[in-house]
């Protein structure tokens, strides 16, 4: 469901699917490799949990707040089919 999402949000006019889903995909990676091998290097299990804690109200705030749900897909499949 959230890739989903994020795909209908980030789909824009210019883009096409590729470059929306290569976005998602480049930003997924990035916190998973903080995630695997920056978090071992930080002193203590506290501040793992602390730092993904964070992230996730970080996320979860930006979600709720400033996400609005579009579907360009959707708007540009009916544009190519008239």
Known sequence: ????????????NEGAEGLSAGLIVLVWNSAAFLMLFVAPLLQ??????ALTTATFVLAV?????????SYGRAKAERQDAS
Do not use: K
């Open 1 to 12: 469901m959230l890739y989903e999402l994020s795909a209908e949000v980030s789909f824009g």
């Open 61 to 69: 705030i930006v979600a709720a707040g400033g996400v609005t749900e």
């Open 44 to 49: 203590g299990a506290a501040t793992v949990n």
